[in-house]
Structure formats: structure tokens, C-alpha cells
């Protein structure tokens, strides 16, 4: 039997770490998984062992104030370790916590296998925490093709397993399910559906909302026809959202995956992050924005790498395919206009559907969950039975 822990900090993540749970007891069925998370991990068969629902926040000003429930989640987290040791710690995304965490672990339980899942973005900021990897994990699973010769080249034991995001969108696409009610595809774009990603973050929501809300009022002025389709991340209400920013008449909130709202979508105003691969993978044209208070904004700048583009569209090609908005210029003028060539414009429209589509051929064939329960388990010499 083989016990194993397995941490995350946010929706996103817990939304992968949920996948590889299910796989990770379908390649050895006797696996037993403790978690820190919410109710994904719980439905997949892990037992919460700390709950870090609703936590999930972005930005050094907003983080401070959390500072009390990490350090509570750290504690107890280490406290579950020591009193009955897994046999390997894995820790998905969230750097700021989990790298804090690694090396906390390390200190108690020298000889535990300490695996990061869906690597830190040292590439695009803090490159300095590569020393904590190098120390602290004894290896990295990486989800970009990229991201392997990167860490390898800082002597960092990483491999590329593929891409959760993709897998999500396969399995999305083989299902036939239908769109919601009244937001069925339209070929002609101004009677097409917008959809809509504030975020799942409470301090992005506070910037962004408002402004996506007027870029969406803009466009149903110019183009009456057109339907949107707000995404309601998990734990996120509707009423927070209507309390920053009216949307409006006729605008629908769902709740739920986001990928079904992508596939009735003709296209999408999206904050960085998750969502623009999945549109992307989708080949949905796009804007994507971004924005946070001001002191983080001017802190993320001060410590990001050189790198210029910050959607995971554009990174991914390594070149611009999407327009970026970010913090200044994340403004509803700026968002509505980007929009409005994409919907008046067939050929740009057309074109930048085949090149985010062309982006599946960067990512391979092989599902994440599967690669990444394989390699776990034969570190911890157990194969799949």
C-alpha cells in the first residue's frame, strides 16, 4: 500500500490534482490520499485533511491579508505529515505557499519524496526560487514542452508529462453534451456568444469586473444582438459580482465548467491565466486582460522576468496571437474596441482561430494524469497493477 499526500492552494489546481487522484487509484487501486484542498479532492476519493476552500488569492498587497489562514494551513499540514509520514509529498502550483512548504517538510522528514506537479513559472518571474527546487524536490512534472530544457538547464530533475488543460479539452470534446439553454453557436459573430472570465480570485474581480461589465454594455450597444455569457468560477456568486458592477440585460451567469460556456463561444474577454489555453485549445479569438492593486502590480514588475507576453496563447507560440491588455490599459474602452475588430472582421477572426488551434501540436498526446501517476508510482516502486 502506498500513501501519499498531495497539496494544493486554488481552484485551478485542485481541478488537476482531482484528475491525478482518480488515476493515481486507477493504477493502483490500493493507494491511500490525504489532501489539502476542497470539495474536488474530496469527490475524487482523497480524505481533506486541510481544508484551504475559498483561499485561493493573487498578489503580494492581497496575499498580507491572508497571512493568518496560510500559516494556520501550513501548521496543520506539517502536523499531518509528521504524525503519520506519507510516502510522498506532492505539491501542485501555488510557489509562494508550496515552496515554503517543501521546505519546511524537508526539515521534518529528510528522507520523504517531495514531487512538484504543474511546476512554478520561474521562467516568467523569480527565477531565484530555482535554488529551493534544486534543494527541497526531488522532482518536477512540468505541463509545457518548454519548461523541461528550462529547468534542466538549472539542473533541476524535470520532465514534461504533458498538459492537464489539453486533457480537459479532449475529454470536453468527446462528450456531446449540449450548450446551455440560449447560448447555442451562431456563425455570424454579432449574434454570437461572448463569454466572459473575471476570474476566480476575489482581488481580480475587483479590477477587472468592472471594466469587462462595461466593454460588454459597449458591445451590446453596438452589436444588439449579441449574447453574454458570464462564468461563475467556483466559489464565486453572482451577487459579488453585481455588487462591484451591473451587467447588461439579458446577460447570463453560469455557473460550472467553464469549458462548456467555450464551446457555444464565438468569443471570449478573458483574465490571464487557465482560461486562455482552454479557448485557446478551442481555437475561440480572444482578448485577454489583466489587472491587480497597484502596490502588486508595481512589485510583480519590479521581480518579473524579461519575457513579452504574459497570456499563456502567446507564450506558448512565442509569438502575439491574442491582444494583451494589462493593468492601465485593462480598461473598457481598450477591451470593447479589441473585441469589436474581432467581431467586424472575418479574416482576423478567421486567422487567429487556426493559429491558437495549431497550438495542440506544442502539447503531444499523452494525458497528464496518467504520465504523472505513472512516474509517482514507479519513484515510489510501485507500478501499475
Known sequence: MVKIFVSTAEPSAELHAASLVRELHRQAPDCQIEAAGGSLLAGAGARLAVDMSGRAVMGFWETVHQLSFYRRALASILANLEQDPPDALVLLDAPSFHLHLARQARRLLPSLPIIYYIAPKLWAWKKWRARHLRRYVNRVFCIFPFEEEFFRGLSIDATYVGNPTFDHIRDLEERSAPPPEGLEADPDPRRGVLAVFPGSRDSEIKYLWPEMAAATAELRRRFPDLRVAVSLAPGME?????????????????????????????????KSGTTTLEAALLGRPMVVAYASHPVSYFIARAIVNSIPYFSLPNILAGRKLVPELLQDTARAVFMAEELGKIITDPGLSGKMREELLDLRRHLGSERADQRTSREILSLLGKGES
Not at 240 to 260: D, H, K
Request: aromatic share 4%; glycine share 10%.
Open 238 to 270: 453572482q451577487k459579488r459580482l453585481l455588487s462591484l458592477a451591473l451587467a447588461p440585460t439579458g446577460t447570463r451567469f453560469i455557473a460550472g465548467s467553464s469549458g462548456e460556456i467555450l464551446r457555444a463561444a464565438s468569443l471570449v474577454l478573458a
